[in-house]
């Protein structure tokens, strides 16, 4: 059975089984916690701590998951043993308060025995130390020996934090046979080669508090999770998961792009599996939205990339060899993950173009290292200081360092390099701003609002309607949860509505207002109306009229349909590679961030705004339905980064664009208005921000530049139109004042010069001049040496621009360099040496007599 037969194995044994088939979630987690989806309960962590309520009480999934960073970090481990994975599978099945352990085992035996074949007398299992429940289904439901039963303490308990959900696990581990170590079963920890886990069912039954205490959960529910990797290394007899069908494929193209032939030696097929395994990770990542830069998630993807491109420039390989591993990876494994088609170009790119700017690295860093090699006595140790100043400076790996080094007959000091990263790790963390936890708004809300049931709906159609008051706290952060509203809740990029709550009595006597000064999308989807000031009478359960701000609502809607036609210009200037990186759409502005690797130029932005405009001009009305997710994906509709879909989501069509969103929208192109963008620049690698403004926020535009080229015209008493050859005019007046004072200067300094160079002594001038600049004084320095009786001048002084200042020019016999000598640290400053002309800045005024004193006796002119 290969990994394509495996996968739809698993998802039919349990979809026959009432389960609903869940698409794999994003390697990038709605949980601030994670850097990336590492287990396949990730996605359903929502409905375990009861954040959320599940449409469907069992469900089947193939999660593709990530561990590199964090506390799961496998990169060092990739390819030096059989085992370790960044990128792996994960098949799970899940049980959201429905079937329990009584369900969860017996299925979980007849997959492997039954649709696998996997032969009963090499599986093992494991319970915890107090589950006898699990123990007693093992033994008399499934029929395991009980001697193939074992008992284990935590490594047989689950938890996902120190409190919340949590309870024991049970382990299906595979005999692989004598040949692998002594026998003991997986209890033996000296068998570990030998019984290989293949499945873990984890069986949440318990709750644990703060203090310690723990009860049973109302609705356990099933968490299961089986490496799809390790069960086809069993299923195909392969001791290696890189012997597996899919990595043995792609461990085989990078044979072929390196030209290293497998088996040849080790240093070899360890840069072969390294390439294979990277190559699915790197492509996935790149998929999911992740994009190289210096932090975070695109810090994790380059140190993958960079690592595998550096097992290839080990190997002597000098053409790309990302661009083809990404070929490969979407060649296997497209038909199971169509997305990787559908990205396949844009990946290509990223990864081409990484490649190429670490490769430029690792040259720059190559030149540098041997110089410094060729500096060395003969088994000298490359200074710890050089490895790190290749690191730090220039992003050279220590690795390469230690292999040049070791290839040319030296080691490198590890201590002084590990002693110098301490050094900034430490520095880092004085830099850091501490602080203890703070109690956010939202930590206030979900407390308050606890167990309440899911308001029944937002009305995006109405702007005012008649409701109640389901929940109202009037706290430190108070806030209202209507049983209808009309206030969109904060979401997706569009900030929240505001305006107004108005209480009434039994007759329709006002009471009291509540002003909403923002609306958020709390627990389970509640809207959260956070209050302002409240006048009059206002209670929970009391009869209201909801009111938002339409004019505010009006100016929102113009900008977010914006956004997505602006959207779709930049895919079609720039290019697919395009993709929403973060927006924010508010009443006066929008703003859109994305992908992209350069500056966007003039041109392309004139043609951006061409694009927007054009369809505005044509005017199509919009059109927003709601549909399934499935659905919608067929209509070919786009995702925005970041935002979660259920299983019902509204897709926008606005002329070319059509897009998922659940926001609020013109009715038609036309009401936008003028699109006009005010800026776009980079905020961090490969991601570049636009920001634009819509209807009267562009008439407001328009205006405000015309009435600064007004006065600009004015000051320059031109007309309007003439503003620039006005501006022309006015540049070489002042370019031909510059000149004029700059001979005017020279004058001045040949005239000062004369009456400097009569104090000298033995054809040297020392002296002090105040109240010129910098320039002046170097000008004038230069002017008494050039004078034929003059060997050398040294001026000091206290420029107009502040600070202090020294200069020494010399006719050639003397090095003016040299002749300052200590003087510029008596200024407390500094400047490079030459001995033609020497000039140094500093801040210490007083000190300025002093250094020159100090010159004259260096010279023995004192």
């Known amino acids: 059975m290969n990994a394509n037969e495996l996968r739809r194995a698993f998802v039919d044994f349990f979809t026959e089984r009432d389960h609903r088939q869940i698409p794999s979630a994003s390697l990038i987690p709605h949980d601030d916690t994670l850097l990336f989806t590492n287990s396949g309960m990730v996605p359903f962590k929502p409905y375990f701590i009861g954040e959320e309520r599940p449409d469907h009480p069992r469900a089947v999934t193939i999660q593709k998951c990530v561990r590199a960073g964090g506390k799961h970090n496998d990169l060092d481990e990739v390819g030096r043993t059989k085992r370790h994975l960044t990128f792996f599978e994960m098949m799970g099945n899940f049980s959201f308060g429905d079937y329990f352990k009584e369900k969860a085992i017996p299925d979980a035996w007849a997959f492997f025995t039954e649709v696998l074949g996997l032969d009963p007398d090499r599986l093992w299992v494991t319970v915890h ?35 919340g959900p949590n309870g024991p696990c049970s382990e299906i581990f595979w005999d692989k046979g004598p040949e692998f170590g002594p026998e003991g079963g997986p209890a033996n920890p000296e068998a570990e080669e030998r019984y290989v886990e293949i499945w873990n069912l984890v069986f949440m039954q318990f709750e644990t508090f703060e203090d310690g205490t723990s009860a049973p959960l109302p609705k356990p529910s099933i968490d299961t999770g089986a490496g799809l990797e390790r069960v086809l290394s069993v299923l195909q007899g392969k001791e290696s998961v890189f012997e597996i069908d899919e990595m043995a494929r792609l461990v085989a193209v990078a044979s072929e792009i390196t030209g290293h ?48 491109i550096r097992f290839a420039y080990l190997l002597g390989v000098t053409d790309l060899v990302t661009p083809q591993l990404v070929d490969a990876v979407v060649e296997i494994m497209g038909p199971d993950y169509p997305q990787l088609v559908d990205d396949h170009a844009k990946i290509r790119m990223m990864v081409e173009k990484e490649e190429q700017q670490f490769r430029r690295t690792l040259a720059r860093g190559l030149a540098i290292l041997d110089d410094e090699l060729a500096q060395l006595d003969a088994g000298a140790d490359v200074p710890g200081s050089v490895a790190f100043k290749l690191h730090d400076t220039y992003g050279f790996p220590y690795e390469v360092t230690e292999e040049v080094a070791s290839e040319r007959g030296h080691g490198v000091d590890r201590a002084g390099f590990d002693a110098d990263m301490a050094e900034q790790r430490e520095r880092a963390k004085a830099n850091q701003k501490g602080g203890g936890a703070v109690v956010t708004w939202d930590d206030l809300v979900s407390v308050a609002v606890g167990d309440t049931e899911p308001s029944p709906g937002f009305d995006r159609e109405r702007t005012s309607l008649d409701t109640s008051i389901w929940v109202l706290d009037e706290g430190d952060a108070p806030f209202a949860v209507l049983l209808e509203t009309p206030f969109y809740g904060e979401s997706g990029g569009q900030i929240g509505d505001t305006g107004t709550i108005t209480a009434l009595d039994a007759d329709g006597t006002v ?27 206002v209670e929970a359960g009391q009869r209201v009229t909801a009111t ?40 006066d502005r929008l703003r859109f961030d994305f992908s992209h690797f350069e500056q ?57 664009s059509v897009e998922f969103c659940g926001g609020t929208h013109v009715r038609a192109l036309g009401d936008i ?20 403004v819509t209807g009267d926020g562009a008439i407001q535009l328009l205006r405000d530049e015309q009435a600064t080229v007004a006065a600009a015209a004015d000051m320059l008493k031109v007309p309007v139109g003439d503003v620039l050859a006005g501006v022309e005019k006015r540049q070489s007046e002042i370019a031909e004042l510059k000149s004029t004072i700059a001979s005017l200067q020279s004058q001045l300094a040949a005239g000062r010069s004369g009456e400097l160079a009569e104090g000298a002594v033995d054809g040297i001038v020392v002296a002090r001049v105040d109240g010129i600049g910098r320039d002046e004084l170097r000008d004038l320095a230069v002017a008494i040496r050039d004078r034929p009786e003059i060997r050398l001048a040294v001026l000091g002084g206290a420029p107009d621009g502040g600070g202090a200042a020294l200069v020494a020019a010399s006719a050639g016999e003397l090095d003016a360099g040299e002749a300052l000598g200590d003087a510029p640290k008596m200024i407390q400053g500094g400047g490079k040496k030459n001995a033609a002309l020497t000039m140094c800045g500093g801040k210490n005024v007083d000190g300025i007599d002093g250094a020159l004193d100090a010159v004259r006796a260096g010279l023995g002119i004192a």
Do not use: C
């Not at 100016?555 to 395009?578: F, Q, S």
């Open 511 to 537: 009471t009291g207002v509540a002003t909403v000064i923002d609306t958020v999308i709390g627990p389970d989807g509640v809207h959260l109306h956070r209050l302002g000031e409240i006048e009059g009478f």
């Open 600 to 656: 966007v130029t003039g041109d392309e932005i004139a043609r951006i705004e061409d694009i927007v405009n054009a369809e505005v001009l044509v005017n199509p009305g919009t059109e927003h339905p709601e549909m399934t997710k499935a659905e919608a994906e067929a209509k070919g509709a786009i995702a925005f980064f970041g935002d979660k879909y259920g299983e019902r989501v509204r897709v926008l069509t606005a002329g070319p």
């Open 261 to 308: 032939v497998i088996g040849t030696d080790d240093g070899g097929d360890l840069a072969l599996r390294v390439l294979a395994e990277h190559a699915r990770t790197m492509t996935f990542l790149i998929s999911d939205g992740v994009l190289v830069s210096n932090e975070g998630r695109g810090y994790v993807l380059r140190r993958i990339m960079r690592r595998a």
């Open 548 to 587: 938002i701000d339409d004019g505010r609502r009006a100016a929102i809607r113009r900008n977010h349909t914006a956004t997505h036609l602006l959207h779709h210009a930049l895919r079609e200037v720039l290019g697919d590679h395009v993709t929403q990186q973060g927006s924010l759409v508010a009443p």
């Open 673 to 692: 208005g003028l699109v006009k963008i005010v800026s776009e620049g980079s905020i961090g690698s490969n991601v570049r921000r636009v920001e634009a």
């Open 129 to 163: 130390l107090t589950d006898d429940e699990a123990e007693e289904i093992w033994a008399n439901e499934v029929g395991v020996p009980r001697e193939r039963i074992q008992r284990l303490d935590e490594d047989n308990w689950w938890r996902m934090a120190d409190t």
